[in-house]
Each structure stands twice: as C-alpha cells, then as structure tokens.
C-alpha cells in the first residue's frame, strides 16, 4: 500500500514538472516508468529523435513488466498500453469455475510514433519508426516503419512514403534552437492559391 502512494505521490510531482520544465520531465519520466516496471531502454532519450511519453498515458499497472518501450519513441496523451485481458475469465468459470487471464508482451521499438488515444493491446510488436494514428486499436506484429490506423489497427502505409509526400508538399513546420526556452517555429509558406 505505501509503495502505490509513494508511486502516486511521484506520478503527480513528475505531471506537474512537466507544466514547469519539459526538459527536465522528459529525462525523470523515462527513470519513473522503469522504477515502476515498464522496460524502457536505458540510452531512451538518444539518438537525437526528441521522444517524449505523456504523463496522461496508461501503462497496466498489474503487469508492467510486460511492456517494453524503444530509444527514441514518442507516446502520446491518453495511449494505453494493456497487456492483460479478462474476456475469457466468465467463460473459463462458467465451465470450469477456474478463474483466469489472458497475458500477452508489448514490444514498442526505436523511434516510434504512437499517436493520441490510441490503444496497444497485449502481444503487440512493433518493429522501429512505426507510426500508430490516434484512436487506432492495435494488436498484432506489425513490419519496421508501419503506419497503422483504425479498429481494429492495419498498415495503411509507410514512414517513409509519408515523409516524401510532405516534403513534396511543403507543409512540414520546423523547430529550430538550441534548447527548450529558445525555439522557434519555422512555418511552411502559404500555399499558392488555386486558380
């Protein structure tokens, strides 16, 4: 009991560091998530991608252990991370009054994307630099740079062909400083007007 209020006690101060500096949240976070069991990668914040993880987002606190978060990924506010599922247990104790669960891994790798609300289901994998839409309900094994959307969660794409499309566009916005207090936006121009 007291290791689940020094736990909420943590959680609230990291939530409201996150208000204060970002800079700083973004390197206690990760530490916070690996003291309460989730696998996140020591070298996390390397590799230059800037990830950040929401304090809003859901990692099962009955199974932790579980899920697993590669360098460099980025969670959104309110994804949900569940590796367990009781939908067989009023079955299972129907025919066999036997009480039980489903248990599966989570395996989120480098540089992943995982957009707002969405819900990443027990044995899910998903291979590096894969994008999940917001909303997408997700569970599977999904190829390195995926993108997947919906319910339930399919490729829709790819990273890369995504980034091309942008690009060609122009529509890309860029941050650009040296640190938290001195960015700035840098705007894509107007697009022309149609004739």
């Given at each position: 009991m007291l290791k689940k209020i020094i736990k909420a006690i943590v959680k609230f101060g990291l939530v409201v560091l996150n208000r204060v500096s970002c800079k700083t949240y973004k390197r206690l976070y990760p530490k916070y998530l690996r003291w309460i069991g989730v696998g996140i990668e020591d070298d996390y914040q390397q590799g230059g991608f800037d990830p950040?993880?929401?304090?809003?987002?859901?990692?099962?606190?009955?199974?932790?252990?579980l899920i697993s978060v590669g360098s460099g990924t980025t969670i959104s506010f309110d994804a949900c991370f569940l590796a367990h599922d009781y939908s067989v247990d009023k079955e299972l104790y129907a025919q066999?009054?036997?009480?039980?669960?489903?248990?599966?891994?989570?395996?989120?790798?480098?540089?992943?994307f995982i957009g707002a609300r969405a819900m990443i289901l027990l044995g899910t994998t998903l291979g590096d630099g894969c994008i999940v839409g917001a909303n997408?309900?997700?569970?599977?094994?999904?190829?390195?740079?995926?993108?997947?959307?919906g319910n339930p969660g399919r490729v829709i794409g790819n990273a890369e062909t995504l980034l091309a499309k942008h690009k060609e566009k122009g529509d890309i916005s860029y941050w650009r400083g040296d640190n938290y207090d001195t960015f700035e936006m840098v705007l894509p121009p107007d697009p022309e007007p149609k004739k």
């Open positions: 950040w993880i929401s304090p809003s987002a859901y990692f099962d606190p009955g199974y932790p252990g066999y009054k036997e009480h039980g669960l489903l248990l599966g891994k989570i395996n989120i790798g480098k540089n992943c997408a309900v997700v569970k599977g094994h999904f190829p390195a740079g995926s993108i997947i959307a």
